[in-house]
């Protein structure tokens, strides 16, 4: 008989998904997100925070990031040295603008559970545990990794029982659960086959910087002039099965490279405890669609005309004169009430030169920004640039009508968000339940968000609209918590 093959598929559990990965399969998926994912995903952020280039960060012409959009001839060295290069960011206000709007108030959570004195409970054990983990901060980096990458993850890591201590109003910790925000480059998913929705495991890939120290080879301290010492570099990898929690480091030296298993437990919630939220819905796709990548051709168009007309401006700011018949004329110099005499009749000075108009590439420049805004969703009103042309914007209808794809825009990252932080709650309480913080029961994890609205009234006529509300009969405790008091620890 032939000798049998090893296998490298790894056991299933009775769900279909497997307990723990093979090393062939962890390192050729790790190998694809290196290939494939990871350079789109740094380019994204690279365009949003426009950082300066790491190569040129030492030069006297410090280099941005988008500069790598610009073509060639803009940025190779000619025989008269680099030209004029011009970078405007016009990706990262409109997206601090869209996050802005999402989250400009806090987002208020209610649980659905049928017994008001458990809804309360639960409710309170909710907004601790989002309170613990950095309160509205934590959806602003939820909403901003979001909107830069196009999807995000979000980590629950439930702490042993009994870590944290109880709090007198709901008898239990909210501190208990660790929420971790795993942006795009770190997170490698291991999709199921027959279905892209559902994760067979989840892996968490970085680099870490250790503490230890090691010499750093011969020719990266010539050309880098760096010391002769570094800090030793990792990679690790945490993968996440319904059923086991492994971490690998993979390390280098002169023998070879390995990854070894460094830490090994059990799954306590049954599942893989990660939320998964698309910025904008994508269908049958994992990834949802990014608020930066529409926009990087158009930035790169808007960067390359800034700069031609930089350099247009440099060369022709300055108005130039042609003397003809006078002698002299080129040892003195041009400037205020300078005069020249001379007996040639035939004598001249021609001027020439100055910066003359040019509506066309105006216009061009003027295209491009209105192209961005329809992209984006986002125009420069949103973020408080009042021009011309914006009509009687008086009354709260106009300022919609003005911002009606920015509004529509946030409607859509809402359902989205929305249902990812309902199922960010269930996964909270269900890993409440497991640990012992906090036994609930899986049809009291429903909750129901209250989202603010974008165009914040007044104090004044919120109070209002609270009296209307309070009229048509409106529970109490929900208007307070609309208004803002329910985050109280008395409301609490």
């Known amino acids: 008989m032939p000798a049998a093959t090893p296998s490298t598929s790894a056991p299933r559990t009775a769900s279909g998904g497997p307990t723990?990965?093979?090393?062939?399969?962890?390192?050729?998926?790790?190998?694809?997100?290196?290939?494939?994912?990871?350079?789109?995903?740094?380019?994204?952020?690279?365009?949003?925070?426009?950082?300066?280039?790491?190569?040129?960060?030492?030069?006297?012409?410090?280099?941005?990031?988008?500069?790598?959009?610009?073509?060639?001839?803009?940025?190779?060295?000619?025989?008269?040295?680099?030209?004029?290069?011009?970078?405007?960011?016009?990706?990262?206000?409109?997206?601090?603008?869209?996050?802005?709007?999402?989250?400009?108030?806090?987002?208020?959570?209610?649980?659905?559970?049928?017994?008001?004195?458990?809804?309360?409970?639960?409710?309170?054990?909710?907004?601790?545990?989002?309170?613990?983990?950095?309160?509205?901060?934590?959806?602003?980096?939820?909403?901003?990794?979001?909107?830069?990458?196009?999807?995000?993850?979000?980590?629950?890591?439930?702490?042993?029982?009994?870590?944290?201590?109880?709090?007198?109003?709901?008898?239990?910790?909210?501190?208990?659960?660790?929420?971790?925000?795993?942006?795009?480059?770190?997170?490698?998913?291991?999709?199921?086959?027959?279905?892209?929705?559902?994760?067979?495991?989840?892996?968490?890939?970085?680099?870490?910087?250790?503490?230890?120290?090691?010499?750093?080879?011969?020719?990266?301290?010539?050309?880098?002039?760096?010391?002769?010492?570094?800090?030793?570099?990792?990679?690790?990898?945490?993968?996440?099965t319904p059923e086991h929690r492994q971490v690998f480091v993979e390390t280098h030296s002169v023998v070879g490279k390995g990854r070894l298993l460094v830490e090994e437990s059990a799954n306590p919630l049954g599942r893989i405890p990660v939320v998964h939220i698309q910025n904008l819905a994508q269908p049958f796709f994992y990834s949802g669609l990014s608020d930066v990548e529409p926009l990087i051709p158009l930035q790169d168009e808007l960067n390359t005309r800034l700069s031609d007309r930089a350099n247009r401006v440099t060369f022709q700011s300055f108005k130039m004169y042609l003397g003809k018949g006078i002698d002299g004329f080129t040892e003195r110099p041009v400037g205020p009430g300078q005069m020249w005499s001379t007996d040639n009749p035939d004598a001249a000075i021609h001027e020439f030169g100055g910066d003359a108009s040019t509506p066309s590439e105006d216009q061009h420049i003027r295209e491009i920004r209105e192209a961005m805004d329809k992209a984006s969703g986002v125009s420069p009103i949103a973020a408080g640039v009042v021009g011309g042309k914006t009509g009687n914007l008086s009354s709260e209808n106009a300022i919609r009508i003005v911002l009606l794809g920015l509004l529509a825009r946030i409607e859509k990252k809402r359902l989205t968000y929305g249902q990812g932080i309902e199922q960010l709650c269930e996964l909270i309480l269900h890993a409440a339940d497991v640990s012992g913080a906090l036994p609930n029961a899986p049809e009291e994890r429903r909750v129901r968000l209250d989202w603010p609205t974008p165009f914040p009234d007044s104090e004044a006529q919120q109070l209002k609209n609270a009296l209307v509300k309070k009229e048509l009969g409106v529970d109490p405790k929900q208007l307070l918590a609309e208004l803002g008091y329910a985050e109280s620890p008395e409301r609490d």
């Open 20 to 240: 723990s990965l093979a090393p062939e399969l962890l390192a050729l998926v790790l190998a694809e997100h290196a290939q494939r994912d990871r350079p789109r995903l740094e380019k994204l952020w690279a365009y949003y925070r426009n950082p300066v280039d790491p190569e040129h960060a030492e030069s006297k012409r410090e280099r941005r990031a988008q500069a790598r959009g610009l073509p060639a001839r803009l940025t190779t060295a000619a025989q008269g040295g680099a030209r004029e290069v011009v970078i405007e960011n016009d990706i990262a206000w409109r997206i601090h603008a869209l996050v802005d709007f999402m989250f400009g108030q806090p987002l208020v959570i209610q649980s659905l559970a049928d017994n008001s004195g458990r809804a309360a409970q639960l409710t309170a054990y909710l907004r601790e545990t989002f309170r613990a983990n950095g309160g509205e901060a934590f959806f602003h980096d939820l909403a901003l990794l979001g909107a830069v990458y196009g999807h995000i993850d979000v980590l629950v890591r439930p702490k042993e029982a009994g870590a944290a201590g109880g709090s007198e109003s709901t008898g239990a910790s909210g501190k208990s659960i660790r929420l971790e925000l795993i942006e795009a480059p770190r997170a490698v998913p291991v999709l199921n086959p027959g279905d892209y929705r559902q994760l067979d495991a989840y892996l968490i890939h970085h680099t870490l910087l250790t503490h230890e120290l090691e010499s750093q080879p011969f020719i990266d301290r010539l050309l880098r002039r760096s010391p002769g010492t570094r800090r030793r570099a990792v990679q690790r990898t945490e993968a996440w």
